[in-house]
């Protein structure tokens, strides 16, 4: 009786175990998901070359998500790897784009001021 019992239960934990073999990368995901927001925050939507970056990203998040729902975490960790660093990628694109808009501002000004005084 016993051992037809532990047959039954063998069999589970085999697969259990097969099952398991790569965690859920779930930490990934969500760094991924706060770079994406972090750019779009910054105005990534607003750069062609970030907002190219930053669809990309979305693409590959959605493609893991996807990846993680099968069970296939391995491939879906790798594809969050593009994903972040596509992410990160447009912010980087967005904080340049902000930063050279702040700088012709700021140059405009100066030459309004240099503009009032002989």
């Known amino acids: 009786m016993v051992a037809n019992n532990a047959t039954p239960l063998a069999l589970l934990v085999a697969l259990l175990a097969g099952c398991g073999g790569f965690p859920p990368p779930n930490d990934r995901l969500a760094a991924t998901v706060a770079a994406a927001r972090s750019a779009r925050e910054l105005g990534a939507p607003n750069s062609p070359q970030a ?3 930053l669809k990309l990203a979305d693409e590959e998040l959605a493609s893991a998500k996807g990846l993680m729902t099968d069970g296939k975490n391995e491939r879906a960790s790798y594809v969050l790897l593009r ?4 992410a990160e990628l ?3 694109l967005a904080k340049q784009n902000s930063a050279k808009a702040e700088t012709q501002q700021v140059q405009e000004q100066i030459k309004t001021l240099q503009g009032g005084n002989p």
Do not use: F
């Open 51 to 53: 907002a190219l970056h």
């Open 83 to 86: 994903a972040k660093a596509d």
């Open 90 to 92: 447009a912010l980087a």
